[in-house]
């Protein structure tokens, strides 16, 4: 007892007296600290501390607030925004062609490009104040996405001037002069942007910019100004053939210290006319075949005012910050709304093919390979439409949440990869040969550029989620580092002291509660719900303090190599990634309801994020470089192992059916899937079909049952089949009527394109 009284009291000296702790304890781990954390440099220090941390945070931190997700307002389109929906853009859908745009224009039709400017397409996220539209984040998002069911060129003209591109970083950083003077112009379609980041020796890297600009006095509009020489070589630059506007990024230099008596400015974003002298739009690019407009520009010695600088001079070297805060908008709004087009429509037009395409007398939708498939489809496009309405409304909550935008970035593009992947193999031959009826190929073909673009996908996930989400999402590790890049030694070590004791108070309540958790089985966990869905926030929970728990373990016993450790990283990032997507999906379904049909889609989305999680660990622990600590972590954690497993067979199955008939779950999936009018579309014949068999289903039984009992020909084709029955009374003639046209029906939908000799 008097030994372990003394050791409690040395420990409370240690810990509760400020200098002891700090020259005992917080001095020697400060230094270790700072040795083992590369140092900031002010470019990663403005990219850590742009944009907003959401619920991101919550997971991270291991505590996340439920019931703080469900108070988040749904998402919804106003009234305008709706009006819009049903006039504009169904006008728009009606004058494409989508096969002819992409294989014989290759552009969008002139009257196309007319009416996107005349009806404010290119001005959605301009304020009407300013002309614009002034939609909503997820007006945009949905809009978007209505048009990619249709036509991707389409889209992706329409997205780019409502994501990162002049108007928005206008609207954010622009001087009252250059708002008022560019945003009517860019709303009422006098002016269409473009803007120029990456170029051959940079992607979406903008801290590797070589293109330049130097301060110096140069001749402006017949006077001697100071302005900037400008020198840049930029290609990917969607709209650029077409922009009559270009927004630059580039760094810019200041050698005779005309601003100041930094040399060394920084990034900074102008604004130039195509038209100034100098500016040069050169070759256009042909991503994957896809016909929207993508090319080069270029520059040499191009003279332009300091208040060409987007904010004027006061914004110089500011634009790095700028361009991570806006880039956020395309990974969250236009990206996920390509992703979710391509489920909404591959969940239509596979479930209606499925029923359609007989093989061996049954619809192949029967099949259980197929019914696989099929419902990673109808799953995985439930977690795209929940992912793309909850991340379009943090935008709308006017925050701009850099981890949450990347995840859906990534992820959702590659779900919709996995979509179309398993649309062509339900398809087969349906989707491979490329014509007016081929609905899907399009779409796969532009895949690769969503995967690309804002970042490719492996620096997305190997470098931005966790790379980002552990210092912008966790309770101190950002503060930490501040204080060990804080030049003042002594002022940096006071703030480390006062974060040191809080931090390990967090870890140790991470651990037991990881412990007890896994123990429990997180039984005692609190949920905000009852029912089918409530054990799901219980494992979610769970699998949030292990997250925090392993996030903080890593980082103590890696340091700043756990950065180049991307394996490693990238598996934490993805536990939050399906932390997030499933919060979503339960969101979703709570926003929606508690819908009683949605419950399939909700349980595949859940036990899939989980079986995910419980993978990703696996992989962490199995590669981790400290063996013994990779032991009990995963023992802590999963002390009877990781029992998450991947959804049912019965859960599979019943998504086939839900997708497989009409009804309501199925138009309420796929409500953003264009659905054209008559046989002539492709989309309108498939839909005509499969609605025609169902409506036939009696009938056709009657026929079967007969062809069974000898009454009629069997393995005959359809038409035959259905004169005979006509003949021997099992159908009536205005049945047989009906049979026949929709055989016809079935027909044309399920053949593909042909062209005669030389005509290609």
């Not at 997305?460 to 210092?471: E, K, V």
Request: a negative charge; charged letters at 20%.
């Amino acid at each position: 007892m008097t030994l372990l009284l003394i050791l409690v009291i040395t420990l409370a000296v240690l810990l509760g007296v400020t200098p002891i702790r700090r020259a005992l304890i917080s001095a020697p781990v400060f230094k270790v600290f700072k040795k083992i954390l590369p140092p900031l440099s002010e470019t990663e220090q403005q990219a850590m501390e742009a944009g907003d941390v959401w619920w991101d945070g919550d997971l991270f931190q291991g505590k996340p607030d439920w019931q703080k997700l469900h108070h988040y307002p749904k998402p919804r389109l106003s009234e305008d925004e709706q009006a819009f929906m049903d006039e504009q853009v169904e006008t728009l859908l009606a004058m494409l062609d989508d096969y002819d745009i992409v294989q014989k224009k290759r552009d969008l039709p002139e009257k196309v490009w007319d009416y996107l400017k005349q009806e404010g397409f290119f001005a959605m996220i301009i304020p009407k104040s300013y002309g614009g539209r002034g939609f909503s984040a997820i007006a945009n998002s949905t809009i978007v996405s209505r048009i990619a069911s249709r036509s991707l060129t389409a889209a992706v003209t329409v997205m780019v001037p409502n994501s990162l591109g002049p108007g928005e970083l206008l609207m954010h950083y622009g001087t009252d002069q250059q708002k008022e003077y560019w945003l009517p112009r860019l709303a009422d379609g006098r002016d269409v942007p473009c803007f120029a980041l990456t170029g051959p020796e940079a992607g979406s890297d903008a801290g590797g910019i070589p293109d330049t600009g130097v301060i110096c006095r140069g001749e402006f509009e017949g006077e001697e100004v100071v302005g900037i020489r400008l020198n840049w070589d930029k290609r990917y630059i969607t709209l650029s053939p077409v922009a009559t506007v270009l927004g630059l990024a580039f760094k810019l230099f200041d050698p005779d210290g005309l601003l100041g008596d930094k040399k060394d400015i920084g990034i900074t974003c102008a604004l130039i006319p195509t038209t100034h002298p100098g500016v040069e739009i050169g070759d256009r690019h042909f991503p994957m075949g896809m016909a929207f407009m993508n090319g080069t520009t270029y520059g040499k010695d191009v003279f332009i005012p300091l208040d060409w600088i987007i904010g004027g001079p006061d914004y110089a070297g500011r634009g790095w910050r700028m361009l991570v805060e806006c880039l956020s908008a395309g990974r969250g709004i236009s990206l996920p709304a390509l992703a979710t087009a391509t489920g909404h429509l591959a969940s239509r037009m596979t479930g209606a093919y499925s029923y359609v395409r007989q093989q061996f007398g049954l619809s192949i939708g029967k099949f259980e390979g197929v019914q696989e498939a099929f419902a990673r489809i109808g799953g995985l496009t439930y977690g795209l439409e929940a992912m793309r309405v909850m991340t379009a409304g943090a935008i709308d909550l006017k925050l701009s949440p850099g981890v949450v935008t990347a995840i859906a970035k990534y992820h959702m593009t590659e779900m919709s990869r996995t979509i179309l992947n398993d649309a062509f193999d339900i398809h087969a031959g349906r989707a491979i040969q490329l014509g007016p009826k081929n609905y899907l190929a399009h779409g796969y073909m532009g895949v690769p550029i969503s995967i690309t673009v804002e970042g490719a996908n492996i620096l997305t996930r190997n470098l931005m989620i966790f790379g980002q989400g552990a210092t912008r999402c966790h309770p101190y590790v950002l503060a930490e580092l501040q204080a060990a890049a804080n030049p003042d030694a002594n002022e940096g070590l006071q703030q480390f002291d006062g974060l040191l004791l809080r931090h390990v108070g967090f870890a140790l309540g991470n651990t037991f509660s990881c412990l007890w958790q896994g123990l429990t089985a997180a039984a005692f966990n609190k949920s905000p719900m009852a029912g089918e869905t409530a054990r799901y926030y219980k494992q979610l929970s769970r699998m949030s303090r292990a997250l925090a728990l392993t996030a903080d373990i890593s980082m103590l016993m890696l340091g700043g190599d756990l950065k180049r450790k991307e394996m490693l990283s990238a598996r934490l990032g993805d536990v939050l990634s399906h932390l997030y997507m499933a919060s979503a999906v339960l969101k979703f379904y709570e926003d929606n309801g508690r819908q009683q049909a949605d419950l399939p889609f909700v349980h595949y989305n859940l036990q899939r994020a989980l079986a995910e999680i419980g993978r990703a660990f696996d992989g962490f622990f199995a590669n981790f470089p400290a063996r013994a600590v990779a032991v009990v972590l995963k023992r802590l954690i999963f002390p009877f192992g990781i029992g998450y497993k991947m959804p049912a067979d019965d859960i599979c199955m019943e998504i086939c059916d839900a997708l497989s008939k009409p009804g309501v779950i199925r138009d309420r999936l796929t409500h953003l899937c264009y659905i054209g009018e008559g046989e002539q579309d492709p989309t309108g014949l498939m839909e005509q079909a499969f609605i025609e068999m169902h409506q036939a289903q009696p009938q056709l039984k009657a026929i079967l049952l007969a062809q069974r009992d000898g009454k009629i020909s069997r393995k005959v084709p359809m038409d035959q089949a259905i004169s005979e029955a006509e003949a021997a009374g099992i159908v009536t003639a205005e049945q047989a009527e009906q049979l026949h046209h929709m055989n016809k029906l079935r027909f044309e939908a399920i053949s593909v394109d042909s062209f005669k000799s030389g005509e290609l």
